[in-house]
Structure formats: structure tokens, C-alpha cells
């Protein structure tokens, strides 16, 4: 019988070092697995001895696209340990920040890294050439998210502004000014940008899965809520251990997550919209409808719209929050160390990002777990390709193995944070 | 004949993916970058892939495997330059910590199967391996130095990146020590610039993401800080961060550690 292999040694449009490998015999896709050969950096080991406090700087090197989710969940999670819960301006600036990962990491991928799959380009640099303004649209938008992350947090990788309890200095109102009309241009940006991802041709595609987000009472998901899922999952984040269970497979440095009654889910953009429309504001829900979106997508391809509308949502929340900012003072909530165990979740760009820290009375950390958006889409992520390569094995090897890659950076997937998490490879036996 | 555009490549090594994120976070200069030279390897950008040889490679990350200890000496056969990017690849990174332990013992408190974990016991920058042109520090770099230093290997000459101390950059941009007037320990006065003296115009102390200064005298500022209440341990703690691994915060960190 005739057997083939799709093989991609390395993944590129993607954060970290990947491999995707697809075994087929006959007329039946055999294996798949999604590989993360990123050298493991031991995070969980190290900061064990480490101060509490030092916790949202060193986590923040997990990842350069989205140290801010890092930052957020480490804060979240050791302010839950020490009884300490955040609320008016200093919340409202977390939830700023946050909106500016979103909008640089939204726009880094749907510009830099997914578009030019659905236009067939090798990147977004030989894109620019037949669509210039498209791109330089893509550049200015990240700007403007990178834009809100420097001004809060000093610099857009690894900020230097964000601890526990809060901020080292909050900005004054007058210094959002110029960045204010800025985001006036990002948030018509980001509306074209809408338009423009919805004009791309989608592979018919969807499977029944079970989504993961946040999902707070009045508000879309950032930094708190409750977790949930479309098959009932509806439990308090300090639960996530009961409920999730982390595996150790042999073809990958990250441990790939399912949950414990059922399998495998689905995190990210795609997860956070279908639980989550009724919290957009008016003007995203809006932009999602024109582009043909119902309240539910199932077609990860589509993604794409998803994350372009999550950037709408971020523009105009960002623009909100500076609309009625007033100062914090003091800028942080003085933290007292206790014994016990916190814990937290943040919607990063690419989905869930959950820490848990236990310390002891001095701050010291006695041991630490931190799950990545990507280690728990890995297992999803094997099933899409499965069903995927099945239905387009006539196709010429190189465009089957463009479109499995095309199917990966569905994901956004980012290795760099899943390791302790790829190539693409198609294999016939 | 017609000039060839210069071959750029960008290697990524065990790192967080953010200096290479850099070149990307130029948004104003990325096109004109784009446009001086040929993006022959940036898998981060491109699934296009340019075979060797490279005029300028660049290098995140630090060396954790021995596949990657193989792999660096053929990007140094096929590369005229060599920069290294972030503390990473020029100091071992944030998972040097490992240096200073047992790395089984680190396996074992993140992995089920140790068995599936191929490591190296310890994190090195990318000169212990083959030699390095130039070094960029930062974690992360400053992308305004990394466009300075593509412009200058690109042009043949020395790249501009002021060797001193943070603190004569808080000089410059104005801004009161934290440590005389706030009593805030800082590293500023052992660290390198490239940042911008960003903590300390946000009232913290710096803690050191450029690494080491030339000359740093780190055990005088050392008693300076213990004169401010600060702990052997939590001395040995400030050492042990980003650059853990370059020399004079590795030994600075040992003679506090008990």
C-alpha cells in the first residue's frame, strides 16, 4: 500500500521551534504529532527560593510576544495567596496593558503571520510588495498597541512597570492624550482590518469542540472570571488543578493539557468570542456581524476575523478606560506576605495563561505551576490536522503541506511559552 | 554588475523569542530593513529559507542541548559576521540558573517522564562555543541598537553602544537617583546601558537586564546595599537574574551565597 509522510522540520510564522509530522498509509492518515523541540528552560524550578515579588519579572521571560499575560497572572496569583484583591484605577490599568498585548500581538499574527497564508505569500515582507498599505496598515496598528504597553510599562517587551499589589508609577491623565487619538485611528484600523481578513477565501472546516475562556459577569475576559466551557465546565480558577491534567508525551518538550472528564479543548480567540459576544462592545459585535459572523464560529480558519474583532474590542475598551482614568495614588497596594497557596488565570492573546504559587510567610516561593495558552491547544491543534489532511490527500505534497502549516497558524501557537512545547512533517509509510 | 543585497539570517537558540520580536517591533524601519538586505533566514517571519552563506547572522538564545551545541558551529562556518542578541545568547539567559543546581533535579520537578528531556547541565552564552563578532546585550535588546548594529556591520564599521553605567544615563535624562534620595537598592551603577536608565525614571531600581558594565565594582555596591538593609540572600537573589551567568554578577552572587 502506498504511504507518505508530510514532514515540516521546522515551523516558521510561529513563536519558538516546532515541528509538525503527518503519517499516511494508503487512503488513511495514521499518526500526527505536533512537535516541540524548544529546549526546556525550567521556570517551575527555578523560581522556587525565588521573592514573591520577583515572580512577574522572571515569568515575563517566558514569552517576548506576551509577557504582559505572564505578568498579569503571576500578579493575580500571589495578590490571591496574600488576600489582597485589586480594584478601581490599578485594575483598570491592568486591564489597559493587557488591551495593548492584544492589539500588538493580534496584529503581529493576523498581519505578519497568518495573512499571507490565506494570500500565498512566504511573508508578510513579499506581501507588502502587491499590498503595501495593507501591510503598513498591519505595522502602524501594532505600533499602537506596542505604544500602550511602553507608556505604561516602559518598554513593549519584558515591561519593567508591573508588581504585585500594582504599578511602580502610574501615568498621568494628560499623558494618554497623544496616544488616545492614536487609538481613534487603531480603532478604524482595526474595523478595516475586519473587512479586509473577511474578503479571504476559508476552507470549509469546523469540529465540535469544547471551548475554554473566561468569563466574567460584566465585562469581556482580561484578567479575571470564572472558568467555563461550552459543555458545562463553570468553576472557580483557584479549581483548575481538579479539573485539568497535564501530559507528558515522548514527541514534545511541552506537556500537553486535556481535561480530566472529557479530552481535549480549545483556547484562544475563537474560545473567548463564542463564550463571550454578549461582553463585546457594540461597535465590535457589530463589525463581527457585517463580516458575517453569528455569535458562535467553529471554523478555526476564521480565527482570523476572531482575533481582527478582539482588536476592535481592545481599541475601543482601551479608549474607555482612558476616557475616565483617574490617577491611582499610591500606584500599588502594599503587599504583606502569607502563608498559602494563590492562584490565577488571564486571557492571553492565545488564550488561558494560569499560574499557582505557593509561599510561605518570609514571600519565599516553596514551588510554582504555570500553565501556557499553547501546551493546552497542542492536543487540538494534533486533532484539527487529523481530520484536516484526511479530506485533502489528493493534494500536491507542497500545497498539503502549506495548508497544514496554514492550520497550525490558526493557533497563533507560541513555543517559546508552551516549553515545557513544533516542525511540520507528513509521513507515508 | 549590479550590487548583491547583504544575506541577513536570524537563529533562534533556547530564549523567549523576544529579541528576535525586536526586528519585528521596528515598525517604522522594518520595510526600509527589508529593502537594504536579503531576509535569507527568519523563520519567526518567513517560511522562505536562503542557503548559505549569510553576510550578517544573528543569534538569540543561549546553548541547553547537545544538538544545539552542534548546531551553532555550522551557523559560525556559513556566517561572515556572528552578532549575538540578548542576554541569552551573550550570557547564558534567565535559564543559567540551572548553573547553580542540579539540573536532574530540575527535570524532575517539571517533567513527568525525565526520560523524554534531553538538556545540557548548563546554559552558555554562544562565545563559549564559537567565536562572536559582536555582542548585544539587553533583555531584551533595545531595537534601537540593533538597527545601529545592522547599519554598522552592513556598512563595515563599529557599532555605537556606549559601554558605561546606567547611572550616567539617568544623568543625562534628568533623573534623581533612587538610591541617594529613595534609599531604593539599585544596579544601576554595575549595569550596562542600552535601556534608557528605565527603571529608575519609573521609581524602581534597575535590576539589571544589560548585565554587567565594563570594570563594575560590584562588591562596593554590594556593602552599599547591605548598608541599606538588604540580606546575604537576597544580595545573592539580585546577582542571579537575566545575566546570572556573566562573569562578575556570577562571582558577585557566589560570595553572598552561604
Same mark, same amino acid.
Given at each position: ?27 488513511? @492518515? /495514521? ?78 499574527? @493576523?498581519?505578519?503571520?497568518? *495573512? ?27 505600533? *499602537? ?16 512597570? @508591573? ?177 498559602? /497557596?494563590?492562584?490565577?488565570? /488571564? ?83 | #554588475? ?32 527589508? =529593502? ?32 544545539? *551545541? ?85 556598512? =563595515? ?21 533612587? #538610591? ?79
Amino acid at each position: 500500500m502506498k504511504s507518505r509522510t508530510v514532514r515540516v522540520d521546522y515551523l516558521a510564522r510561529v513563536e519558538g521551534e516546532g515541528a509538525l509530522l503527518v503519517k499516511i498509509k494508503g487512503e488513511q @492518515v /495514521t499518526d500526527v504529532q505536533f512537535k516541540i523541540f524548544e529546549p526546556p528552560r525550567f521556570f517551575e524550578a527555578f523560581l522556587r527560593g525565588r521573592k514573591f515579588y520577583e515572580a512577574p519579572d522572571i515569568t515575563a521571560r517566558i514569552c517576548g510576544i506576551c509577557p504582559i499575560a505572564y505578568q498579569m497572572s503571576a500578579c493575580h496569583a500571589l495578590e490571591d495567596a496574600c488576600g489582597i484583591k485589586i480594584t478601581g484605577p490599578i485594575r483598570d490599568l491592568r486591564r489597559l496593558i493587557y488591551c495593548g498585548e492584544w492589539i500588538e500581538s493580534h496584529a503581529l499574527h @493576523v498581519y505578519l503571520l497568518h *495573512a499571507p497564508d490565506f494570500l500565498g505569500y512566504e511573508d508578510a515582507i513579499r506581501m507588502a510588495k502587491d499590498h503595501p498599505d495593507e501591510v503598513k496598515r498591519g505595522l502602524r496598528l501594532k505600533k *499602537a498597541g506596542n505604544e500602550i504597553v511602553r507608556l505604561l510599562g516602559g518598554r513593549e517587551i519584558h515591561p519593567i512597570n @508591573v508588581r504585585v499589589g500594582g504599578f511602580y508609577k502610574a501615568p498621568h491623565k494628560q499623558d494618554f492624550s497623544a496616544l488616545a487619538e492614536e487609538l481613534k485611528w487603531a480603532r478604524d484600523a482595526a474595523l478595516a482590518t475586519v473587512r479586509w481578513v473577511a474578503s479571504f477565501a476559508f476552507p470549509d472546516f469546523d469540529r465540535d469542540y469544547e471551548f475554554v475562556a473566561l468569563r466574567h459577569p460584566d465585562e469581556y475576559p482580561f484578567n479575571e472570571g470564572r472558568l467555563v466551557s461550552n459543555r458545562g465546565l463553570d468553576i472557580a480558577i483557584r479549581d483548575y488543578d481538579q479539573h485539568f491534567v497535564e501530559e507528558h508525551v515522548a514527541h514534545s518538550n511541552a506537556l500537553q493539557s486535556r481535561l480530566h472528564e472529557r479530552n481535549s479543548y480549545f483556547v484562544g480567540p475563537l474560545a473567548r468570542y463564542n463564550l463571550n459576544f454578549d461582553k463585546l462592545s457594540p461597535m465590535a459585535q457589530e463589525a463581527a456581524r457585517s463580516a458575517g459572523l453569528g455569535p458562535v464560529c467553529r471554523n478555526p480558519f476564521q480565527s482570523i476575523i476572531v482575533r481582527s474583532v478582539e482588536m476592535v474590542y481592545a481599541c475601543d475598551e482601551a479608549l474607555r478606560i482612558i476616557e475616565h482614568y483617574e490617577m491611582p495614588d499610591p500606584p500599588a497596594v502594599k503587599i504583606e506576605p502569607r502563608v498559602g /497557596t494563590g492562584y490565577g488565570c /488571564t486571557e492571553a492573546p492565545r488564550g488561558i495563561c494560569y499560574h499557582r504559587y505557593r509561599i510561605d510567610d518570609r514571600g519565599i516561593i516553596l514551588d510554582c505551576k504555570i500553565v501556557p495558552p499553547t501546551s493546552q491547544n497542542q492536543k487540538t491543534i494534533e486533532g484539527d490536522l487529523r481530520q484536516f489532511v484526511q479530506t485533502r490527500l489528493a493534494l500536491p505534497k507542497d500545497k498539503l503541506q502549506w495548508q497544514c502549516e496554514q492550520a497550525v497558524r490558526n493557533y497563533d501557537p507560541c513555543i517559546s511559552c508552551a516549553t515545557h512545547f513544533l516542525k511540520l512533517q507528513i509521513e507515508s509509510e | #554588475m549590479a550590487l548583491r543585497k547583504p544575506k541577513l539570517a536570524v537563529w533562534k537558540f533556547s530564549s523567549c523569542d523576544g529579541c528576535q520580536l525586536s526586528l519585528l517591533d521596528c515598525e517604522d524601519e522594518l520595510l526600509a530593513v527589508a =529593502g537594504a538586505v536579503d531576509i535569507a533566514n527568519f523563520p519567526e517571519a518567513s517560511r522562505a529559507v536562503v542557503k548559505g552563506p549569510y553576510d550578517l547572522s544573528l543569534v538569540e538564545g543561549s546553548i541547553t542541548t547537545p544538538h544545539d *551545541a552542534e548546531r551553532i558551529h555550522g551557523i559560525r562556518r556559513a556566517s561572515k559576521f556572528l552578532v549575538t542578541i540578548g542576554a541569552c545568547a551573550t550570557a547564558g539567559g534567565i535559564q543559567a540558573l540551572r548553573n547553580f543546581k542540579d539540573v536532574k533535579e530540575f527535570i524532575s520537578i517539571v517533567y513527568a517522564r525525565p526520560d523524554y528531556i534531553e538538556t545540557l547541565k548548563k546554559s552558555t552564552p554562544i562565545t563559549d562555543h564559537v567565536f562572536v563578532d559582536f555582542e548585544l546585550r539587553g533583555c531584551p535588546i533595545n531595537k534601537y541598537q540593533l538597527v545601529e548594529v545592522l547599519s554598522a556591520f552592513l556598512n =563595515g564599521r563599529k557599532p555605537n553602544t556606549p559601554p558605561h553605567s546606567v547611572c550616567m544615563e539617568c544623568k543625562e535624562r534628568g533623573t534623581v537617583c533612587v #538610591m541617594v534620595a529613595q534609599g531604593t537598592p539599585c544596579l544601576g551603577p554595575v549595569t550596562q546601558i542600552g535601556c534608557g536608565a528605565l527603571c529608575p525614571a519609573y521609581a524602581r531600581g534597575c535590576y539589571g537586564c544589560f548585565g554587567p558594565k565594563e570594570t563594575p565594582n560590584t562588591a562596593s555596591l554590594s556593602a552599599w546595599w547591605s548598608e541599606l538593609g538588604v540580606s546575604e540572600r537576597d544580595l545573592m537573589r539580585v546577582y542571579r537574574g537575566f545575566n546570572a551567568y556573566a562573569e562578575p554578577f556570577r562571582r558577585e552572587s557566589e560570595a553572598h551565597e552561604k
